[in-house]
């Protein structure tokens, strides 16, 4: 009913950038929140950043100040632009969304993206 198209991962040096792109498409009635949680090899998977729909966000303490989240409402898209980038920072990186459908209106379901490799290497 819902697609989460994720792209922008790949390799970077420390201390470089990359912008992960997220487009949701679909049976959408709205859209509240949108996010990026990643998982690194072994560990579970953790919220990166999650912004709602009138704008607030919330970081992860481990990217406060480095990462910047943000979303277009008319084109149900969400961007992570990471700066500062550190080896720690290497998982897939997964978009999420939670979503009132076309069919479904008043239940909020939570999709997600295929996610999308981020490596920090030199």
């Known amino acids: 009913q819902v697609q989460l198209v994720e792209s922008g991962g790949g390799l970077v040096q420390p201390g470089g950038s990359l912008r992960l792109s997220c487009a949701a498409s679909g049976s959408i009635f709205s859209i509240n929140t949108m996010g990026w949680y990643r998982q690194a090899p072994g560990k579970q998977r953790e919220l990166v950043a999650a912004?709602?729909?009138?704008?607030?966000?919330n970081y992860a303490d481990s990217v406060k100040g480095r990462f910047t989240i943000s979303r277009d409402n008319a084109k149900n898209t969400v961007n992570l632009q990471m700066n500062s980038l550190k080896p720690e920072d290497t998982a897939v990186y997964y978009c999420n969304a939670v979503v009132r459908t076309s069919v479904t209106p008043t239940r909020l379901d939570h999709y997600w993206g295929q996610g999308t490799q981020v490596t920090v290497s030199s």
């Open positions: 912004i709602t729909n009138s704008g607030s966000t």
